[in-house]
């Protein structure tokens, strides 16, 4: 039988004795709790004025608190992962575990599988606040499956994108700001390149129509909009909008008419399975590069 990851071992052992996850435990749910409660009180401080009880408004809490749990999720997950590679570097421990039995797939996998952890923890340890609703019903165990499906696509993703960046660069500063500025180029850069080909594929509309004086087609960003399927802000709103509607924001969970007028295809029918899955994809190859960086010999960069 196969013992486990010696890096994940320890380093589960070093978290579990440390005060820092129980803060950040105590944080994360303190937030979410605080939140949630204060919706829940604005909601029954409605009712006693109107005697009225709308559960849209709990539907509504529901995705609120999903909501900030993805976005604290994105936020937290490179500062967890950035540092795991280059920190050893930097305490010149890294060198010592390589003298080891430990192969760098292993120092790579158990560092990424203990941060993987602790958000699995946080994902986990929050569930009762979005729970919450079931009291007054809309939610199933089915969306609750499909909302942490969407969580640990995110946090694997995104995981492996810092761990990657923390092979690659000595310094943690330098692999930390890489890591979220990279992060922020796949959340937001490829929405701001979706909007930027539809705006201008639509001015051209417009000017066909202005000339010619017939109805033009729609504007659409065309094959941009796969570029989406590697952002987990568009699974999570894919999900969460097929749900709730598009109440919060202005996208709704029909992928087809984000950015102008797509074509029903495989991709589009099944955005969320196939988008989990480029991203799955995506961190094995980031992986896989982190493994290839800190082989002894290999240059690294800054």
């Known amino acids: 039988m196969k013992m486990m990851n010696p890096v994940y071992k320890r380093e589960n052992m070093v978290s579990s004795r440390s005060v820092k996850l129980a803060m950040i435990l105590l944080i994360f749910n303190g937030i979410l709790a605080l939140v949630a409660l204060l919706n829940m009180y604005s909601t029954l401080a409605q009712v006693r004025v109107t005697a009225e009880i709308q559960y849209s408004s709990f539907l509504d809490l529901y995705v609120f608190v999903a909501v900030l749990e993805f976005v604290m999720l994105i936020v937290i997950m490179p500062a967890l992962t950035a540092g795991s590679i280059s920190g050893e570097r930097e305490r010149q421990t890294l060198d010592l575990m390589l003298t080891t039995d430990m192969t760098p797939a292993e120092i790579v996998v158990g560092k990424l599988m203990s941060s993987l952890s602790t958000m699995l923890l946080l994902i986990i340890s929050s569930f009762p606040m979005i729970a919450l609703v079931f009291v007054y019903g809309g939610v199933t165990l089915k969306d609750i499956g499909m909302l942490l499906m969407c969580y640990v696509a995110a946090a694997v993703f995104i995981g492996s994108l810092g761990t990657c960046c923390s092979a690659l660069f000595r310094k943690t500063t330098v692999s930390t700001v890489v890591s979220y500025g990279l992060m922020v180029a796949v959340v937001i850069g490829t929405f701001g390149l979706n909007q930027f080909a539809y ?23 065309g094959g941009l909009i796969y570029l989406l399927l590697m952002n987990p802000t568009s699974t999570f709103l894919v999900t969460i909008m097929q749900l709730a509607g598009s109440g919060l924001v202005r996208l709704n969970g029909d992928v087809m008419s984000w950015f102008g007028d797509h074509r029903l295809n495989l991709l589009n029918g099944n955005w969320v ?30």
């Not at 190859?285 to 960086?293: E, Q």
């Open 273 to 302: 399975s196939a988008s989990i899955g480029v991203q799955l994809l995506l961190a094995a190859v980031f992986v896989a590069v982190a493994i290839r960086a800190v082989k002894p010999g290999r240059r690294h960069i800054v």
């Open 199 to 221: 705006s201008l594929s639509q001015m051209h509309a417009d000017s066909y129509l202005a000339a010619v004086g017939q109805t033009a087609e729609q504007g659409s960003s």
